[in-house]
């Protein structure tokens, strides 16, 4: 007896479970647009794939109108009296879509770790701003999530899962008649695209590089200040940025209006760095600004590449030393991690420039340079020893072999010896 109620219990409990999903319950909405035409057959077909189908949310709850009657007459459900709205216009769309998720209460239900500010940041933004002004060309919601197959944006397939990202802005930002009119480049997404940071993230499909929202924003997409643009790279750059901000550049570029890192590096086309940047030649960085050679910061700039280039020598003679001890047989393995730890400050001196502290830079130098000469010291020491080992091992084959010579001296006077008697 038992047993048949449990079954029933669970089976009720099925029921349930399915029911929640609106596959199941007969929808008006659904099943009149599924077979209408082409078009509409494809939304609903969509719309299977939707988070808002997912999470059992239908038609009616973006467009309003009951899904419970109205089969054989469409304005039936389709009626404003049973409260549907229609199909938003363009400026309509951030309140449509913020009916709910600008619902602290509404979303809690749903999920409550999901933000509820996009309707709040987007009116912020440059999109937002002239969307109020009757610009229907800039983004709203829809063009960036798409409608009918809003997936989570954890979804690889959605349009703002961030290797999709740069390709969903570039559809407006990179289509030269669609931005023709305004007064900005249109360069973003080609820049991007051959940028250090582009080419980890949309070839190597790397997430730890930058997409455009991370440095414009999700949803309040406005170009970082000038002032902003260290905060919007330190997200990811802290050592460099602190640096930055600790040298007599932050507050030389904030009075000039110099962009920050963008100055040095560029925003859209950061490439990958060299040492050729620092110092005074003409393909310098530095040389931008300072060229009067009696100028302090030209004569820094001049010492920094110095401290570099020693270091670098000093690296380069104790690997020398190292291979041609290799090659001869000398188990180098302690030598070359030693030459690594100097390599490391290597690196370390590629970040601390931009503190601009000649001190700080020399200081790391010496160390290296001091690793670099104690594998220097011992790859001489090793390459003597084995000369000597060398010498020792041919000076004793020689007396070896005179002494042959001279044993083979004696047995031969022995023989003839023997052989007169
Ligand atoms: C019996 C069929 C039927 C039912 C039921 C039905 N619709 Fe429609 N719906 C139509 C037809 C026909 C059109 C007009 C076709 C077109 O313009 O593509 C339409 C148009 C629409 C449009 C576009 C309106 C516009 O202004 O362009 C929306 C949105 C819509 N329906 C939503 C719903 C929702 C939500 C429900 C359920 C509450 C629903 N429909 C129920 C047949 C139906
Ligand atoms: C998350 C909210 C949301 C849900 C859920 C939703 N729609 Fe829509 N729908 C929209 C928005 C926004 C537009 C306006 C799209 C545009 O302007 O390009 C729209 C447009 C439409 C249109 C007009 C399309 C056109 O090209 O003219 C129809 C028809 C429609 N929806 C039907 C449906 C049907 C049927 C369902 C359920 C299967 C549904 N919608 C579910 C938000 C929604
Ligand atoms: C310019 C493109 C763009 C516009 C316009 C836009 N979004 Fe987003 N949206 C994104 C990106 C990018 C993400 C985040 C992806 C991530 O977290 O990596 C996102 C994330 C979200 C999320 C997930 C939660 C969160 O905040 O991270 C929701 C919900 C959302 N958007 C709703 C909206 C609504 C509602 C609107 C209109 C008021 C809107 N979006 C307008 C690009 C846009
Ligand atoms: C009827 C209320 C309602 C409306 C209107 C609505 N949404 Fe949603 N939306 C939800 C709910 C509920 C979820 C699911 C939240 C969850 O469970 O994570 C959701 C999820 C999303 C997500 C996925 C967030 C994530 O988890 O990554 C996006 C993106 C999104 N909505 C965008 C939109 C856009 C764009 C519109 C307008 C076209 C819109 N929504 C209109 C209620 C709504
Ligand atoms: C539907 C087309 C469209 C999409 C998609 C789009 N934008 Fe825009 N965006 C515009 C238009 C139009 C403007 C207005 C141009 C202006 O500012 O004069 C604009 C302006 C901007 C601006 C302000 C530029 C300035 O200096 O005035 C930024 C930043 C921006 N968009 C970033 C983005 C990012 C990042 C994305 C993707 C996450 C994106 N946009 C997606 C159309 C779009
Ligand atoms: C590493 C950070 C970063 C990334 C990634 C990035 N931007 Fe920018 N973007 C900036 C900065 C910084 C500025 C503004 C510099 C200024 O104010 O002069 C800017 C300016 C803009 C502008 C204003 C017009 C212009 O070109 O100066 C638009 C539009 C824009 N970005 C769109 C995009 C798009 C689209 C992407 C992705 C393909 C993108 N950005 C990727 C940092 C970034
Ligand atoms: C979301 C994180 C993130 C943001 C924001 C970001 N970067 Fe990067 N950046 C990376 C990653 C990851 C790499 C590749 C790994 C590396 O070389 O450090 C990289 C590489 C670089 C490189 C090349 C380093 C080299 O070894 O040659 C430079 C220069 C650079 N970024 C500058 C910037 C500037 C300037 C900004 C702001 C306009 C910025 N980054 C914003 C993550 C970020
Ligand atoms: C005055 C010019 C200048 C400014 C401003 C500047 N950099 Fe650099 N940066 C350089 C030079 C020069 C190098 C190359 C050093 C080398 O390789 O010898 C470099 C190297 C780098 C590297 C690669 C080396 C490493 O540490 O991984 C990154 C990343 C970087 N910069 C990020 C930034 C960020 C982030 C900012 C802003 C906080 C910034 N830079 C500001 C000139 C600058
Ligand atoms: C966009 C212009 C610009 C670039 C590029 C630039 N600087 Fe500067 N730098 C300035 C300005 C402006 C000052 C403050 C005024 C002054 O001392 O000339 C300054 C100051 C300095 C100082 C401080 C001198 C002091 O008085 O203590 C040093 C050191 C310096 N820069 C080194 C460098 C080095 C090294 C590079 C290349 C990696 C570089 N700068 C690139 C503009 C620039």
């Known amino acids: ?13 099925l029921v349930l479970a399915l029911g929640y999903r609106p596959v199941f319950s007969l929808n008006t909405c659904v099943e009149c647009h599924k077979a209408l035409d082409e078009k509409n057959s494809a939304i609903v077909e969509d719309f299977k794939k939707d988070v808002h189908f997912q999470r059992g949310l239908s038609c009616n709850s973006c467009h309003g109108g009951n899904p419970k009657i109205g089969m054989e007459n469409p304005w039936e459900s389709m009626n404003p009296d049973q409260g549907f709205v229609g199909v938003p216009k363009t400026s309509e769309v951030p309140q449509f879509c913020g009916r709910c998720h600008s619902d602290v209460e509404f979303m809690r239900k749903y999920n409550p770790k999901l933000r509820v500010d996009q309707e709040q940041l ?48 570039a559809n407006c930002h990179a289509n030269t008649s669609y931005m023709q009119p305004y007064k900005i480049p249109h360069d973003q997404f080609e820049k991007y695209s051959q940028s250090v940071h582009g080419e980890i993230l949309l070839k190597n499909r790397d997430r730890s590089a930058p997409a455009c929202n991370d440095c414009h924003g999700n949803h309040g997409a406005t170009p970082p200040g000038l002032g902003d643009i260290a905060s919007a790279c330190g997200e990811c750059h802290s050592n460099n940025r602190d640096l930055f901000d600790s040298s007599p550049h932050k507050q030389a570029f904030k009075e000039n209006g110099f962009p920050e890192c963008a100055t040095c590096h560029d925003y859209h086309l950061v490439m990958k760095t060299s040492d050729d940047m620092l110092g005074v030649g003409d393909k310098t960085v530095c040389s931008q600004c300072h060229f009067d050679s009696e100028s302090k910061p030209y004569r820094t700039a001049f010492q920094l590449k110095a401290k570099l280039d020693s270091l670098k020598n000093s690296i380069r003679l104790a690997q020398n030393l190292v291979e041609k001890a ?40 010496t160390e290296g340079m001091n690793k670099a000469q104690v594998v220097q010291q011992s790859g001489k020491e090793a390459l003597f020893d084995l000369k000597l080992r060398r010498i020792g091992l041919g000076g004793s084959a020689v007396i ?9 001296l004696k047995i031969k006077d022995l023989d003839s010896r023997s052989k007169l008697k």
């Open 1 to 13: 007896m038992n047993r048949i109620k449990l079954l029933l219990i669970l089976t009720w409990l």
């Open 122 to 169: 987007y009116k912020t933004s440059v999109h937002g701003k002239l969307l109020r002004k009757g610009d229907k060309k800039v983004a709203t919601c829809i063009s960036c999530h798409g409608v009918h197959k809003i997936l989570p944006v954890s979804d690889p397939n959605s349009p703002v899962f961030d290797v999709n990202v740069p390709h969903t802005c």
């Open 326 to 365: 290799e090659k001869a047989g000398v188990d180098v393995a302690k030598a070359k991690f030693e030459l690594n730890l100097a390599k490391d400050d290597v690196i370390k001196i590629q970040s601390l420039i931009h503190s601009l502290s000649l001190e700080r830079v020399a200081e790391v130098a």
């Open 400 to 408: 070896i072999l005179i002494l042959a010579f001279g044993l083979y």
